[in-house]
């Protein structure tokens, strides 16, 4: 079984950046590719980046992409999301998720496989 344990979300102004790290435990870290995806009121889950098993590949949400960097550090079981430039409308809860199918870059909530707690992000005007 493995958890996913988001943290550094937070309030802060447009143009502002913000780092989430979440720390994986209870499997192989770098078996699984990692995703991030958020959630604002009202809305669907949506896919924000993913960076597969060794770090070497990466897939953006168009709105992040240049804004939005997914980094993994295998030997410390985290993936990171740096958030550059951020805007109102990147406020959302963030999740990290886990993918143990070895394949072409997944995009779907339903593909993941195991997902941490979220962690709030609130973008002020």
């Known amino acids: 079984q493995v958890q996913l344990d988001e943290s550094g979300g937070g309030l802060v102004q447009a143009g502002g950046s913000l780092r989430l790290s979440c720390a994986a435990s209870?499997?192989?870290?770098?078996?699984?590719?990692m995703g991030w995806f958020r959630q604002a009121p009202g809305k669907e889950r949506e896919f924000v980046a993913r960076i597969n098993r060794i770090g070497g590949s990466t897939n953006y949400l168009d709105s992040v992409k240049g804004r939005f960097t997914i980094s993994r550090d295998n030997a410390k079981a985290t993936v990171y999301l740096q958030m550059n430039s951020l805007k109102p409308e990147d406020t959302a809860v963030y999740y990290c998720?886990?993918?143990?199918?070895?394949?072409?870059?997944?995009?779907?909530?339903?593909?993941?496989?195991?997902w941490g707690r979220g962690t709030q992000v609130t973008v002020s005007s």
């Open positions: 998720a886990a993918d143990l199918t070895i394949g072409a870059p997944r995009i779907r909530p339903d593909d993941y496989n195991y």
């Open positions: 209870g499997g192989t870290f770098s078996r699984y590719a």
